[in-house]
């Protein structure tokens, strides 16, 4: 059965939040307004405000990259680098805990 779509949800799971993945990048990646609707030609921007910096948040997996160590990762059963990539962003989302 097709079923008919129901639209989309006004929810904005950021509407009352005080912004703690802004707060908690170390790279300031959030710090500026970089795109405008007008110059990315949509509406939906990088960061939702045309704030997220792509090539700062770069310099941080550059640095998780370089303190990359030895371990066991038992999915290969082998030792290999591994590269814990920040995501303290994401991580710090109260959304969905
Ligand atoms: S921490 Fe999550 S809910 Fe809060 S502003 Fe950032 S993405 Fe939105
Ligand atoms: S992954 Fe880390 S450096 Fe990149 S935007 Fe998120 S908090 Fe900032």
């Known amino acids: 059965m097709v079923l008919p779509s129901t639209g989309p949800l006004q929810f904005d799971p950021c509407e009352n939040c005080d912004d703690r993945c802004i707060r908690s990048c170390p790279q300031q990646a959030f710090a500026e307004i970089l795109y405008t609707p ?14 997220y ?6 310099v941080q997996m550059g640095i998780d990259e370089a303190l990359g ?27 969905g805990k």
């Open 38 to 51: 007008a110059e990315y030609g949509r509406n939906e921007l990088p960061g939702r405000k045309g704030n």
């Open 53 to 58: 910096s792509r090539i700062a948040c770069n």
């Open 69 to 95: 160590q030895p371990e066991m990762v038992a999915d290969y059963e082998r030792v290999m680098k591994v590269i814990k990539y920040c995501r303290q962003c994401e991580c710090n989302c109260p959304v």
